[in-house]
Nanobody, 121 residues
Framework: VQLVETGGGLVQAGGSLRLSCVAS????????MGWYRQAPGKQRDLIAA????????FYHDSVKGRATISRDNAKTTLYLEMNDLKSEDTAVYYC???????????????WGQGTQVTVSR
């Protein structure tokens, strides 16, 4: 599975953004699609995820209420919409998928190249 993110850039505090991640390859095997982010000097954290087999979602407390994760039914495009952006949202955002031969299988993991989001005060 190959992943390509778009949508990053410079955003003013209080503004909104929409990130997209296009998946190609063996997309039928994808079970979970998610977004991670990594700020300078910090670990890479999962901020939102969606299971393709039951559409359940997860949000990190830091973005809960400000972020919405969604995907198209073909499991080829993942989106992350965030509003009320804060300076602490500045990070490189990575698309991630976990895949396997049956629902809930996380045998394989794939990453996008990342897209920079910078929130200015």
């Amino acid at each position: 599975v190959q992943l390509v993110e778009t949508g990053g850039g410079l955003v003013q505090a209080g503004g909104s953004l929409r990130l997209s991640c296009v998946a190609s390859g063996s997309t039928d095997s994808i079970n979970v699609m998610g977004w991670y982010r990594q700020a300078p000097g910090k670990q890479r954290d999962l901020i939102a995820a969606i299971a393709t087999y039951n559409s359940s979602t997860f949000y990190h407390d830091s973005v809960k209420g400000r972020a919405t994760i969604s995907r198209d039914n073909a499991k080829t495009t993942l989106y992350l919409e965030m509003n009320d952006l804060k300076s602490e949202d500045t990070a490189v955002y990575y698309c991630n998928v976990k895949a396997g031969p049956y629902p809930g299988s996380f045998l394989y993991e794939y990453w996008g190249q990342g897209t920079q989001v910078t929130v200015s005060r």
